[in-house]
């Protein structure tokens, strides 16, 4: 009798455990006030993970609930400057180039379709990249992400390293503006230092031929040959793990992150900068943009770019 009796006394206090839980999750759900965000967008694949689409009105949408008009001001607050940093992640620590001062344009109010936006936006980065990388552009690939970090990107469509496609998210960017011609210019560099003629494929033997002949070996993309733009950089700025941990040494936080960003990104401030002297450089900084222009075909495609945006607007 006693156990049985303690049995009926756990399972009361469990049951009316229960109860409570039920009341207030009953409570939360009916009183407390829903409130959403929510965006532009023709599917469900336009979306990120946790939030719903509503084909009816073309939106992806997330809910969230808050006590009072104070906290749910505040979760909106935090949402917002969050969205503020992901939109603005490739402009901090990037500078103004004043070159690029009369070639902007907006995509707000956009009136053609989707299809066509997508056509429009390839002919505005087809214009600006240079002949000799367009023709290994086989793929130019959109897509929509419009709360991510990620601007664009490059990837090789082979083996070999010769064919590559080139996608944009049409989603993040507000226009052509600087974070628009400094990602393309990023993005042609990855081609540019990454491309056949610079590395030996990690499908063709690349980690044996670096290990055969020296260079400087990436983990997914294979063995990037000696004197090349990427290893000479490196051998100048990274080479021993000797890279410094300093932001001042860096064009923008993004070129922290490897030395293909660094090598990426300095080549696109080389590009949009004006060109410096060796008596003007003042520091690592200065010696990373300085450093392109020892390849005189560098200094060839930078002129073509810069002219190619100039003809882009005229």
Excluded at 51 to 60: G, I, L, N, R, S
């Amino acid at each position: 009798m006693v156990m049985i009796s303690h049995r009926l006394r756990i399972f009361k206090i469990t049951l009316l455990a229960i109860t409570l839980i039920g009341s207030w999750a009953a409570v939360f759900y009916f009183f407390v006030p829903l409130n959403y965000y929510e965006y532009p967008a023709s599917d469900e694949s336009d979306c990120l993970a946790g939030e719903w689409h509503d084909p009816w009105y073309e939106v992806c949408y997330m809910d969230f609930r808050c006590y009072s008009d104070e906290i749910c001001d505040g979760i909106d607050q935090d949402y917002q400057a969050m969205l503020d940093d992901w939109r603005h992640v490739y402009s901090d620590g990037d500078g103004d180039f004043a070159f690029l001062n009369n070639f902007m344009t907006t995509f707000e109010d956009y009136d053609g379709s989707r299809a066509q936006f997508d056509a429009d936006l390839w002919s505005h980065v087809g214009r600006i990249i240079p002949d000799d990388i367009l023709d290994d552009v086989a793929d130019f690939k959109v897509y929509r992400k419009p709360f991510s970090q990620e601007y664009a990107y490059v990837e090789p469509m082979n083996d070999a390293y010769d064919q590559w496609r080139f996608a944009m998210n049409a989603r993040h960017p507000d226009g052509i503006d600087t974070e628009f011609y400094s990602t393309i210019i990023h993005e042609i560099f990855h081609i540019l230092s990454l491309n056949d003629n610079q590395i030996v494929t990690i499908w063709d033997d690349g980690k044996e031929f670096c290990r055969r002949e020296g260079g400087l070996l990436l983990n997914r993309e294979g063995c990037v040959i000696e004197g090349t733009y990427l290893e000479s950089f490196y051998e100048q700025f990274w080479e021993g793990g000797n890279f410094s941990d300093r932001q001042a040494d860096y064009v923008s936080w993004y070129a922290m992150e490897s030395v293909e960003e660094d090598a990426a990104e300095s080549f696109t401030h080389f590009v949009l900068e004006d060109l410096i002297d060796s008596s003007e450089i003042e520091s690592v900084r200065d010696e990373k943009i300085y450093f392109f222009r020892q390849f005189s075909d560098l200094v060839t495609m930078r002129n073509e770019i810069r002219q190619n945006i100039k003809e882009a607007h005229q």
